[in-house]
């Protein structure tokens, strides 16, 4: 969830380390500081509150020096406060770290040190780590022993840098667990350290992701990679091929507007290398699925948080469909607690949009041990949940800043749609006929999506009514049953809105008793097998007197009559419908959110990536 920059070379580095923590604020925070070293000495500005505070700061008290770190900040421990931002200081001043993750044992190890006589300026669990640095550095080891001496101490899952006024010329990063990425941005004469890749992007495409229990120290001339336990590692520099640009909003008054209205183009892209229209066929070669693996495989968990877990139900209806095999969607969070049945014949599939959600990662681990097979879809080149994996789908999205997701939750609609039909091909469950009319049907999307997205000012005049709502129901069935979870939790992360997505078969086992006409029902009806039964539950929301919100088809006349506001959407072909209907719904949620005059982008309390359990 927070977001760390560091750099070490022959420029400014106070002007790059916030440059680049501007590009991080996506992730959410509370606070931020930077640590730069100027004439020797570690200077440190930090602030709660947004990025323009610490900008301010600097303004006033200016700090200069070639090697700097900095941080943006969620609290954990300790309320958001100047004194609990990040980068802390030790007791000499020589010794600044920041930090994302929990120090599991905080507790026991401040008790240990302030029991030797160590003072602590926060209430943080992060300053244990810089004491705990600092007295290894006094037993005579250099700052690359210190650190990994503390990390041999502290409990949980880490990203952690550090730098020394003792050692001016090198910055020690070291990564242990899936508290979120560490990276290493090479340059000339110039490195850079980030924990998510916009950060440092605009300098360097050329990057070394840390696994779990590697550091590294970034001096201006290099890199060096070790283990925890001190041997050299031979690291891979990955290109990453995003375009620095496509990071920034341009013209839009919003990322989230401006990454809902790229969904044609990141569709498009999803689709691009993969299927061969001509021939009907379908490539995933990054996902190394062989014949024998496909045939073998006996059950799939399809295993994710949030909006991925909400594109993972979609998914189950593809899978079992296509290639008949039993397919469970496991929330992550959960999937580890509840003694999973996982066999060599079991694949488990992770979604994430950043590769470094926790629970996700931890999820992955537990289908490791297990002794499944790992698939993943990702969004972020060279992510942990991409490396773990032994085989992937990228989403080929481009970056996605806004915390609430959307072409990151219908680029892996299409991605699930195409693992579902290759495998009923290996499988032999899909006919040649199946196989070539679902793989036709592809094509259409990223057009009607384009429609749809041209057809916004019917949501604005929706949301301009609806933008003093309190509570919502959001109903679909079938393959559109995931998408009133999603258009309900975009709801509410971005306006704040209380809304619940459910089953529309089940609104009268309980929900129908909210309906009144301050409720409105969102009703996702486009002409699918669930049709009929969706104007079922349209005509009982409005004999209760419920507003009715309507997603429908082209052309539906009794929608029309039923509903107080329509949402139309082209012919879709039917399995593929929640790619379509989601985007009135990510619309809606926008709309409304910025009539109230809320922070669209960054959404309180929410990150973009939650590398924390």
């Known amino acids: 969830m927070c977001g760390i920059v560091g750099y070490i070379g022959e420029k400014d580095s106070s002007e790059i380390v ?10 959410g925070y509370d606070s931020a500081g930077i640590a730069v070293l100027q004439e020797g000495k570690i200077e440190v500005r930090r602030d709660v509150g947004k990025l323009s505070k610490l900008e301010a700061l600097v303004n006033i008290n200016p700090v200069h020096g070639t090697i700097g770190i900095g941080h943006t900040r969620w609290a954990t421990h300790g309320e958001p406060s100047a004194r609990n931002a990040h980068p802390h200081v030790g007791t000499t001043g020589e010794v600044v770290v920041v930090h994302n993750g929990i120090v599991e044992n905080f507790l026991e190890l401040k008790e240990d040190l302030i029991a030797e006589g160590a003072t602590f300026n926060s209430d943080t669990d992060t300053e244990t780590i810089v004491l705990l640095v600092e007295r290894y550095l006094a037993t005579g080891l250099n700052l690359t022993a210190a650190v990994r001496e503390t990390l041999k101490v502290i409990k949980g899952a880490h990203g952690v840098v550090v730098m020394s006024s003792r050692y001016p010329d090198q910055i020690v990063a070291a990564r242990m667990g899936n508290a979120g990425g560490v990276s290493i941005g090479l340059g000339k004469g110039e490195n850079f350290v980030a924990s998510d890749i916009p950060a440092i992007l605009e300098h360097t495409r050329n990057l070394v992701f840390l696994e779990s229990r590697q550091m590294a120290v970034v001096t201006r001339e290099g890199v060096e990679v070790t283990t925890l336990e001190g041997d050299k590692v031979e690291y891979e520099v990955h290109n990453v091929g995003w375009d620095p640009i496509s990071a920034e909003k341009g013209a839009y008054r919003h990322f989230m507007q401006k990454e809902s209205r790229e969904q044609v183009r990141s569709l498009t892209d999803t689709l691009a290398g993969r299927v061969d229209f001509d021939h009907c066929t379908i490539r995933l070669p990054q996902l190394n699925l062989t014949e024998e693996l496909a045939k073998r495989i006996d059950k ?4 994710a948080c949030g909006t991925a877990a909400h594109a993972g139900m979609v998914g189950k209806i593809y899978l079992e469909r296509f290639a008949k095999i039993p397919t469970e969607v496991a929330i992550a969070s959960e999937f580890r607690y509840h003694e999973p049945i996982v066999t060599p014949n079991t694949v488990v599939l992770a979604i994430s949009q950043s590769g470094e959600t926790a629970d996700t990662l931890a999820a992955m681990d537990e289908g490791r041990k297990r002794g499944a097979t790992l698939w993943s879809i990702v969004n972020a080149i060279g992510s942990q949940a991409m490396r773990l994996a032994d085989g992937y789908i990228s989403m080929q999205t481009g970056p996605e800043i806004g915390v609430a997701s ?22 032999g469950t899909l006919s040649e006929e199946e196989r070539r009319r679902l793989v036709a049907d592809l094509a259409v999307i990223p057009d009607i999506v384009g429609q749809c997205l041209d057809r916004e000012e019917d949501v604005v005049k929706a949301a301009r009514e609806l933008k003093y709502i309190r509570n919502a129901l959001y109903l679909g069935r079938g393959v559109n049953m995931p998408i009133a979870y999603e258009g309900a939790l975009k709801l509410k992360e971005i306006s704040y809105i209380h809304a619940e997505g459910y089953p529309a078969g089940e609104m009268k086992h309980g929900p129908i008793a909210l309906i009144d006409r301050d409720i409105p029902v969102l009703a996702i009806a486009p002409k699918d097998p669930w049709y009929e039964k969706m104007i079922s539950q349209i005509e009982q929301a409005r004999a209760r007197g419920g507003p009715v919100v309507a997603v429908g088809t082209d052309g539906d006349e009794r929608i029309r009559n039923l509903a107080d506001y329509v949402f139309s959407i082209p012919a879709t072909p039917w399995l593929l419908t929640p790619v379509v209907t989601v985007i009135p719904l990510q619309l809606l949620a926008y709309h409304i959110a910025t009539l109230r005059g809320l922070d669209v982008d960054q959404p309180r309390n929410l990150a973009k990536s939650v590398t924390v359990e």
């Not at 916030?18 to 992730?27: A, C, D, M, P, T």
């Open 406 to 427: 959307t072409k990151a939750f219908t680029a892996p609609l299409l991605d699930l749609y195409m693992l579902a039909v290759l495998l009923g091909e290996k499988r």
């Open 18 to 27: 916030i440059n680049g923590l501007r590009k991080l604020e996506y992730r």
């Open 300 to 303: 799939i968990y399809i295993t």
